[in-house]
């Protein structure tokens, strides 16, 4: 079973790697960081090609690798200290719902309204999809460090108040 996988999406897992760095390359990713948004890059087709093989639905398809693609470029901005951009971008170029588009577009031209209406369709649903995979993760990540920020700001907050009132303590004295 898993020869069978490897054979019907090794190839697409391999173009995607490919296209993610020629996409680092094109937007000046710096050198050593590279490596990590194409292996972003295959990490998010792979995840895409599990949920394909698993049955599930248009938008679980592409909400899953985005949200899993931007937990990656999460923590790995924290380990590396660069901005998580720099890896989610190249890690979500594979998911983009190009070849859709264009579908769309082609048919709108052609004046195919019932293919017009169910690429486009299928085209928002993917890009809902990507959308909500990386907003979901963000804003956990978001709130999890602003919190400890939070905490630190009330803390000092205190620990000034309480040395301002020493001090007032011992000019009275």
Same mark, same amino acid.
């Given at each position: 079973m898993i020869m069978q996988f490897a054979e019907k999406?090794?190839?697409?897992i391999l173009t995607a790697a490919v296209g993610t760095l020629g996409y680092c390359l094109i937007i000046n990713v710096k050198r050593n960081k590279i490596i990590y948004g194409c292996l972003g890059?295959?990490?998010?087709?792979f995840l895409y090609c599990v949920c394909v &093989?698993?049955?599930l639905s248009l938008l679980a398809q592409n909400l899953i690798p985005a949200a $899993? #693609?931007? !937990?990656? #470029? &999460? $923590? !790995? #901005?924290r380990i590396v200290? #660069?901005?998580a951009t720099v890896f989610l971008i190249p890690a979500i170029i594979p998911l983009v719902p190009g070849g859709r588009l264009y579908y769309t577009m082609s048919a709108i031209v052609d004046a195919n309204a019932d293919g017009a209406k169910l690429y486009a369709r299928e085209t928002l649903i993917i890009a809902l999809g990507i959308a909500v995979g990386i907003v979901i993760v963000s804003l956990a990540f978001y709130h999890v460090s602003h919190k400890n920020i939070q905490y630190k700001v009330r803390f000092d907050r205190v620990i000034y108040q309480h040395e301002k009132e020493m001090s007032g303590e011992r000019k009275r004295d």
């Open positions: 999406y090794f190839v697409m890059g295959m990490f998010s087709t &093989e698993c049955g $899993v #693609a931007t !937990l990656y #470029a &999460e $923590v !790995l #901005a200290k #660069a901005p």
